[in-house]
Each structure stands twice: as structure tokens, then as C-alpha cells.
């Protein structure tokens, strides 16, 4: 694959993988990232200490995760980033659907998402699984894509118990028939 960054005499560090000769950042106290996303790069400046310590999250996003998946008080969670932190956004009750379930997600917004799937085996053994719904329409700001994409993996660790990820920009790809055929 070769090395994806070289740094030259001018203490600059290029990517070798951006069709263009770009300065990705200078060694600086001020830092910027760089990410490869859809085909496309982008710049993020900001400084270091943001970069090390991610995004925050809520107390209250922890505790409804743990009420869902330990006393079952929810069919699902979805969570939203606001101010710097990731929230809880709308929790839905035991009784609801799926369908309920892919109604919550707004058309233009990205989302995180947990959901307890019940299912039966082959053997007809009941069986829940917790899925992580990573939602990223198409029609929402760039912007709002690359904040949520970089803050995942972080605010998954949270969520301990994750059994299955979809990661999905139009409804049919986390469909009942996807989520199915996960389960088993």
C-alpha cells in the first residue's frame, strides 16, 4: 500500500492517496486532521487537545442504554449530537414496532441508534439481539456526516453490549429483512 504520509523539509505533512500535492498540516500547536470520506478528503482543523478527547456523552444516554438492554424498559434509543455531546434524542417504548422504530429517524439528520430485536432461532429458541443503527442520509450537511462518522467508534464504547452494527444512509439499508438476517 506504501505510506500514506510523507513530511517534507518545510516540516509539512502530505498524503499520498489526495490527487492533489495538499499541505494536510503543519507541525504547528494548532492541529488539523485529515480524513478520506466517500472518495473525497477533507481538512478539520482544530487543536490537539479536542482531537485526543472526543466527543462527550451524556450520563443520561449510559443509563437509558443500560435500562434497555439489562431491564428492558425500551424497544429502542435514538441518540443525537448536541452541543459538543452526544444525547439522548427520543426512547421508545417496549410495545413499539420496528416500523415505529425507522419512522423516528429525521430524513436530513444523522443519528446513533440502539434497538433490542427479538427473534426466534431455527432450534425456536427466543432470542434479542442489540443492533447500533450508525444513520447518515444522504441529504444531510457534510459537516453533520464527518462529526458523527468520527465520533462512533467513541460513543460505541459506551454502550456496552452491542451485539450487531448497521451502518446506513437510506432506510432499505438497515430494512427488517437486513436486520434479520443479522440476527442470525
Given amino acids: ?8 523539509t518545510s516540516n509539512s505533512i502530505y498524503c499520498s492517496h489526495c490527487p492533489f500535492n495538499i499541505v494536510l498540516f503543519s507541525l504547528l500547536p494548532s492541529l488539523s486532521f485529515h ?9 478539520i482543523a482544530g487543536t490537539m487537545a479536542n482531537a485526543a478527547s472526543g466527543m462527550a456523552v451524556h450520563d443520561d444516554c449510559k443509563l437509558r442504554f443500560q435500562d434497555l438492554k439489562s431491564k428492558r424498559s425500551y424497544r429502542f434509543i435514538l441518540f443525537k449530537i448536541e452541543q459538543q455531546q452526544v444525547v439522548v434524542d427520543k426512547l421508545g417504548e417496549p410495545t413499539e414496532s420496528y416500523d415505529d422504530f425507522m419512522a423516528s429517524f429525521p430524513a436530513d439528520e444523522c443519528r446513533y441508534a440502539v434497538y433490542d ?7 425456536n429458541c427466543q432470542k434479542s439481539k442489540i443492533y447500533f443503527v450508525a444513520w447518515s442520509p444522504d441529504t444531510s450537511r457534510v459537516r453533520m456526516k464527518m462529526v458523527y ?13 452491542i451485539q450487531v452494527e448497521l451502518q446506513a444512509t437510506d432506510p432499505s439499508e438497515m430494512s427488517l429483512d437486513i436486520v434479520k438476517t443479522r440476527a442470525l
Fill in 1 to 8: 500500500m506504501g505510506q500514506l504520509f510523507s513530511l517534507n
Fill in 35 to 43: 480524513t478520506h470520506f466517500a472518495g473525497r478528503f477533507f481538512l
Fill in 117 to 123: 430485536f427479538d427473534f426466534t432461532t431455527e432450534e
Fill in 149 to 161: 462518522a468520527s465520533s462512533k467508534d467513541r460513543f460505541k464504547r459506551e454502550l456496552d453490549g
